[in-house]
C-alpha cells in the first residue's frame, strides 16, 4: 500500500514508511517532513488556483459590479481595468494574483475601500477568541464525558451521553443559537442579544475585559454545544478501543482503582491517536464559526465573510476563502507532523 | 497453614451463548515455599483458575467456592481489602509482555508503580527498588528509562518478573509466562523464575500447555482438562509416568531433546477439546481416550489417590498421587502398550 | 440418482441475494434506534408527500394571506402564522418537501460522484488513481460551508446551484470508503476468474465491484443525506437559498430578518428547526444501525 498518505479522515491516517532503522530517526523524519510539507504545498496552490478560479472566472467582471452604482465613461472604465490589473492576459494574472497573496497584499474590498488584510487582523482576534473558547471547552467537554462513556459502555451514563450529544449534533446551528438568545437573552434577559461589546462600557481594561466577557457566553454556549458531542464520539471510540487490552489487566491486578486505571493507564493510550483527530476536524470548527459569528453578530472573520456576500464583495470573499481553507490544510500537516512523534513509540513494536 | 487453597471453586461465564462452565470443582493446596504446576490445553480453565485468584475475571463469570490465601477468603474480601491484597500477597507474570505493559509508560515507571501504590515511600526511593529489581532479573539499570516496544521478548518477559516481585509477595502466578519465547530465552526465564523462588520462598502456581516445562521447574503438577483437575503429583512423575491417558498424552507431545525413544513415541492427541456448554456422558475425556471402558460413559470419575505401579511408595516423595480416571484407579496401565 | 431441474446462475444469484437482505433486515430490525429512525423517517416522509392533500398550496402565497402578522398559535392557525399572515404549520409541513427533495437530491449527485470516482481510481489504479485519491481528499480537508458560500455567490442562488454546491462539498466523503472497498474487491479470486474470461474494465466494474460495493455506499449515504439537509439550511438561512422556494431553512432566514427573535415569536422559530432536528436524527439514527448491519462489531451498541 504506497499511495497517499494524506490523512484526511481518523480511519485511514497511514503509518510512515516502514523500513526505518531503529536509532537514526532524524533523517527519516527530515524525508517524512518534506514530503508531507510538499504535500501541503501543492494543496495551498490549489486553493489559490481554485479562487482564482471561482472569484475571477466564473464570477465575471467585476468592473461591472463596481460601478453599478454610478454611470462611467469607457475610459473610466479602461482605468479601472488597468488598475486592478484585468487588462494583462489571464496567466498574468494568475501569477500577480499568487505573488500578491504570498506577500500579503490581497486587495481591497469594494464595500469597505480599505485594505483586507487590515480588515483580517482587526477581525482576526474576535474569531479566535470565540472559536479558541469554543473549541477549547468542547473538546474538554467531550474527552471527558467520552472517556468516561467508553469506559462505561451501555451504562445509561454512556446512552444519556450519546444520546443527548446526538440530539446536538442534529440541530442546526444557527437555529439553536436562535433558540438561545430567545431564550436566556430576550425572554430571561441575562445576557446580551448580540454584538462583542456594549457601547456603554467604560473604558478600562477590566470592564472591557466583563463586557465582552459577558458577550460571549451565549455564542460559546452554542458553538460548544454543537461541536462538543464529536470529539466525544472520537474519545469514547478511542477508549472502547483500549477496553480488552492486557495491559489494563496487569494495572487492576496491582490493585489501582478502577478509575486510576482508567485515567492513568487507558487514557494515555486512548489520547494518542485522538489528538491528531482534533486537528482534522479543524474544518467543522470553521464551519460553525461562521455561522456562530452571524447568528450572533460577533465582529469576527466569519461574520465579514457572510457580510460580503450580498454586497458582494468579491476580494473579500476570495481573500477568506482563500485564509479558511489555508488553516484547514495547515491544521492537516500539523496533524501529520504530531502523527510522526506519536506512532512510532506504539507501532515500531 | 496453606498460602493458597482452592475450595471447590467453579466458574461460569455467562453469554450470548448461554453458561459456559469454564472451571467445574477445582480443589488444590499450594504451600509457601513450594512449587505447582497446572497444565493442559488451551480452554481447559487453567488461566481462569489464575486469573479467579485476584478476581480478575470480567463480569460475565460468576465464582463460587472459596479461595484461601493464608486462610483469607478472597473470593468474600471487600475491594479495599482485595486492591491491597493486590500484588502484596498475590502477584502475576503475565504472558505476551508486549500487551501486557503499558505502551506509553517508560519500564521503571511500571516496576515503580505498585511500590508506590502500597507503601508509603518516596518516588525516589521506589526508583531505587525498582533498578534494584531489574538488576535481579537480569537487566541494565539503563532500562528504567526505555518503553516496552525498545526491549526483546525476553527483556520484557523479564521486567515481568521484576515487577511482580515488587511487593515481595507471598505468591506468585506465572500464567503461560514463557509460552511467546523462543527455546533458549525460555530455558532462561525458567532458570531465572527457580532461583528467585529458591531465594524467596515464595509459593509459585505456574500454568503452562507445556508439560516438559513444568516438570522442569516444578515440584508438583496438576493437570486439567474440561474445567477439573485431572491427575496430580509430583511434576516430574506426572510427567514421565502419568496416571491419566491426557496428561499420558500431554506429556508425549512434548518429545524431550536428547531422548532417542521420544522420536518413536508418536505424539499429539486426536479429537479437540470438548464443548465446555456440551460435555458429553460420564468422564470428559471418553471421547478421546484409547484406554476407555464401559464405566467411562456412566459416570464422571473423581480426582482419587491411585496405587503407582512400580515406582517409588508415596511416602518417599511426600505428595500423593491422584487421578480422576477409572482405569488408572483400578491401577491399569492407561497408555495402550505400556 | 434423482435428477433436478437445472437452475439457472441468474436465478442463484438472485435468490443469494434475497437471502442476504433478509439476513441484513433481520440484523437491522433487531436494533431499536434503527427501528425508532425507520419510524419517525417514515412519519416525516408521508407527512411531506400527502403535504398537497393535507394543506392547499394557496396557504403558501403571500398575497392571500388571512392571518394577523406573527401572531401566536391559535385554534385557526396551531402554530401562529408569519410576517405576513401565512400559517407557520403549513409553511412547515410544505418545507418538508424541498428540504427532503434538496438533501435527497444533493446526496444521490454525491454519491454518484463519490462512487465514479472511487471506483474507478480504485480499479484503473495508476495515475489517474493516484491523482483522484489525491484531489478527493483535497475536497475533504477544505471547510464545506466556506466553499459552498463562495460558490454560490458566483453561481447565483437557485434549486439546481445549491444542489449542485451541496453535491461538490460532500462527494469526496464517500470515495476513500469506496475505493478502499473497491480494492478489497479487486483482490478477490473470482474477478481474476473474470479478467482470464476476457471482462473487460466496464464489466468488471459495473457486474462484479459495484453490487459489492453498494451496501456500504447505502450505509453512508444515510448519513450523508443529514448533512446535505443540515448544509441546505444554512445556505438557506444566510440568505443562499433560492428566494422562490420554501424550505425549512428559508423559513427560518425570513423569521430572522423579520426580526422573529426580538419580537419573541417561538412559534415561527420552533417548528421549523425542530423538523430539521428531526429529520436529521431520524437520518443519524437509521445510518448508525446500518453501519452496524456491516460491522457487526458495533451491534451490541444499539438499543
Known amino acids: 500500500m504506497t499511495d497517499s498518505s494524506s490523512p484526511v479522515d481518523g480511519a485511514s491516517i497511514e503509518a510512515p514508511s516502514a523500513g526505518r532503522p531503529g536509532g537514526r530517526v532524524s533523517s527519516g523524519f527530515g524525508r517524512y517532513l518534506l514530503k508531507h510539507v510538499g504535500g501541503a504545498a501543492v494543496s495551498l496552490l490549489l486553493v489559490l488556483f481554485s479562487s482564482f478560479f471561482i472569484f475571477r472566472l466564473i464570477a465575471g467582471d467585476p468592473i461591472d459590479q463596481l460601478t453599478k452604482e454610478r454611470p462611467v465613461s469607457p475610459e473610466q472604465r479602461a482605468a479601472m481595468r488597468a488598475e486592478l490589473g484585468l487588462d494583462q492576459p489571464l496567466w498574468q494574472q494568475f501569477i500577480d494574483y499568487i505573488t500578491g497573496t504570498l506577500t500579503m497584499d490581497l486587495g481591497e474590498s469594494f464595500q469597505y475601500r480599505r485594505p483586507i488584510f487590515d480588515l483580517i487582523v482587526e477581525r482576526l482576534p474576535a474569531t479566535l477568541l470565540l472559536s479558541g473558547t469554543g473549541m477549547v471547552l468542547a473538546v474538554l467537554l467531550g474527552f471527558w464525558i467520552g472517556t468516561r462513556s467508553g469506559w462505561k459502555q451501555g451504562s445509561r451514563y454512556d446512552k444519556g451521553h450519546v444520546a443527548t450529544g446526538l440530539l446536538l449534533y442534529s440541530a442546526p446551528t444557527f437555529w439553536l443559537g436562535m433558540i438561545v438568545i430567545l431564550v436566556f437573552a430576550r425572554y430571561m434577559g441575562l445576557f446580551p442579544v448580540n454584538g462583542m461589546r456594549s457601547p456603554s462600557t467604560p473604558p478600562d481594561f477590566w470592564s472591557q475585559s466583563v463586557d465582552i466577557g459577558y458577550h460571549l457566553v451565549l455564542p460559546v454556549l452554542t458553538y460548544t454545544a454543537v461541536v462538543y458531542a464529536g470529539y466525544l464520539m472520537i474519545m469514547r471510540s478511542s477508549i472502547l478501543d483500549e477496553i480488552g487490552s492486557d495491559y489494563l489487566t496487569t494495572a487492576r491486578a496491582k490493585g489501582l482503582r478502577d478509575d486510576e486505571v482508567r485515567d492513568k493507564h487507558a487514557v494515555p493510550n486512548a489520547l494518542l491517536p485522538t489528538v491528531t483527530l482534533v486537528f482534522l476536524a479543524l474544518g467543522s470548527v470553521v464551519n460553525g464559526s461562521i455561522v456562530t459569528e452571524a447568528v450572533f453578530s460577533w465582529p469576527g472573520l466569519g461574520r465579514l465573510f457572510v457580510q460580503s456576500i450580498f454586497y458582494p464583495d468579491r476580494p473579500v470573499l476570495q481573500a477568506l476563502f482563500v485564509l479558511f481553507s489555508s488553516s484547514t490544510i495547515l491544521a492537516v500537516l500539523c496533524a501529520e507532523i504530531l502523527y510522526w512523534f506519536i506512532d512510532p513509540r506504539i507501532r515500531r513494536s | 497453614m496453606t498460602l493458597l487453597e482452592f475450595k471447590d471453586l467453579h466458574v461460569t461465564y455467562t453469554g450470548s451463548r448461554g453458561r459456559i462452565p469454564a472451571v467445574r470443582g477445582v480443589d488444590l493446596k499450594v504451600e509457601a515455599g513450594r512449587t505447582i504446576g497446572i497444565a493442559g490445553e488451551s480452554g481447559c480453565g487453567k488461566s481462569t483458575l489464575a486469573m479467579a485468584v485476584l478476581r480478575l475475571l470480567p463480569k460475565t463469570a460468576e465464582v463460587s467456592g472459596q479461595i484461601l490465601l493464608n486462610g483469607e477468603d478472597l473470593l468474600q474480601m471487600g475491594w479495599g481489602r482485595l486492591r491491597a491484597v493486590r500484588w502484596t500477597g498475590a502477584s502475576i507474570v503475565f504472558q505476551g509482555a508486549m500487551h501486557s505493559l503499558n505502551a506509553v509508560h517508560r519500564i521503571g515507571r511500571q516496576v515503580a508503580e505498585p511500590i508506590l501504590l502500597h507503601e508509603k515511600t518516596t518516588p525516589a526511593a521506589a526508583a531505587k527498588r525498582a533498578e534494584a529489581l531489574l538488576e535481579r532479573v537480569g537487566l541494565p539499570a539503563s532500562r528504567m528509562r526505555s518503553y516496552p516496544h525498545e526491549l526483546s521478548g525476553g527483556q520484557r518477559q523479564r521486567v515481568m518478573i521484576a515487577m511482580a516481585l515488587a511487593c515481595d509477595p507471598e505468591l506468585i502466578i506465572a500464567d503461560e509466562a514463557t509460552t511467546a519465547l523462543d527455546v533458549m530465552v525460555q530455558a532462561q526465564v525458567l532458570q531465572l523464575i527457580s532461583g528467585l523462588v529458591t531465594e524467596r520462598g515464595v509459593g509459585l502456581v505456574m500454568i503452562s500447555h507445556d508439560l516438559s516445562v513444568l516438570s522442569s521447574v516444578c515440584d508438583e503438577a496438576a493437570v486439567m482438562y474440561a474445567g477439573r483437575v485431572v491427575e496430580q503429583g509430583p511434576a516430574h512423575e506426572v510427567f514421565a509416568n502419568a496416571r491419566h491417558p491426557y496428561s499420558a498424552a500431554l506429556g508425549a507431545a512434548f518429545p524431550v531433546i536428547g531422548d532417542p525413544a521420544a522420536r518413536k513415541r508418536p505424539g499429539g492427541l486426536a479429537g479437540d477439546p470438548p464443548d465446555p456448554v456440551r460435555l458429553p456422558d460420564g468422564c470428559s475425556f471418553r471421547p478421546r481416550c484409547a484406554v476407555a471402558v464401559e464405566h467411562c460413559a456412566e459416570e464422571s470419575p473423581l480426582l482419587l489417590p491411585v496405587p503407582i505401579r512400580g515406582s517409588a511408595s508415596v511416602a518417599a516423595g511426600g505428595t500423593a498421587r491422584s487421578s480422576a480416571c477409572f482405569v488408572a484407579q483400578e491401577g491399569e496401565p492407561v497408555v495402550v502398550g505400556r | ?303
Not at chain 3, 403549513?90 to 454519491?111: H, M, P
Not at chain 3, 422562490?244 to 431553512?249: A, D, F, K, R
Open chain 3, 1 to 303: 440418482m434423482t435428477t433436478t431441474t437445472p437452475v439457472s446462475p441468474r436465478a442463484l444469484l438472485w435468490a443469494r441475494r434475497r437471502q442476504s437482505l433478509a439476513r441484513s433486515w433481520a440484523a437491522y430490525r433487531s436494533q431499536r434506534t434503527g427501528m425508532i429512525g425507520l419510524v419517525l423517517l417514515g412519519t416525516i416522509v408521508i407527512l411531506a408527500v400527502c403535504a398537497p392533500i393535507l394543506i392547499d398550496e394557496s396557504a403558501l402565497s403571500v398575497t392571500q394571506a388571512t392571518g394577523g402578522r406573527m401572531a401566536p398559535p391559535s385554534a385557526e392557525y396551531p402554530l401562529g402564522t408569519d410576517e405576513v399572515g401565512r400559517s407557520v404549520l403549513a409553511l412547515t409541513l410544505w418545507g418538508a418537501r424541498l428540504s427532503l427533495i434538496i438533501g435527497l437530491t444533493a446526496t444521490l449527485v454525491a454519491i454518484l460522484i463519490g462512487t465514479t470516482v472511487g471506483v474507478t481510481s480504485g480499479h484503473l489504479g495508476g495515475w489517474y488513481g493516484w491523482i483522484a485519491l489525491r484531489v478527493s481528499d483535497w475536497f475533504m480537508v477544505l471547510p464545506s460551508l466556506v466553499v459552498a458560500i463562495a460558490l454560490l455567490a458566483v453561481l447565483g442562488r437557485s434549486m439546481s446551484t445549491t444542489i449542485l454546491v451541496i453535491a461538490m462539498v460532500s462527494w469526496s466523503g464517500t470515495t476513500r470508503l469506496v475505493r478502499a472497498q473497491t480494492l478489497t474487491v479487486q483482490s478477490r479470486p473470482y474477478l481474476e476468474r473474470a479478467r482470464a474470461l476476457g471482462a473487460g474494465h466496464w464489466h468488471q466494474m459495473t457486474k462484479h465491484i459495484l453490487p459489492n460495493v453498494l451496501p456500504l455506499v447505502l450505509a453512508s449515504a444515510t448519513l450523508l443525506v443529514p448533512s446535505a439537509i443540515l448544509m441546505e439550511s444554512s445556505l438557506a438561512w444566510l440568505g443562499l437559498g433560492d428566494p422562490s422556494v420554501v424550505s425549512w431553512g428559508s423559513i427560518l432566514n425570513r423569521a430572522s430578518s423579520n426580526g422573529a427573535v426580538s419580537a419573541h415569536a417561538w412559534w415561527y422559530l420552533l417548528p421549523p428547526g425542530l423538523a430539521i432536528l428531526l429529520v436529521v436524527l431520524a437520518f443519524m439514527m437509521c445510518g448508525r444501525a446500518l453501519e452496524a448491519v456491516f460491522n457487526p462489531r458495533l451491534r451490541g451498541e444499539q438499543g
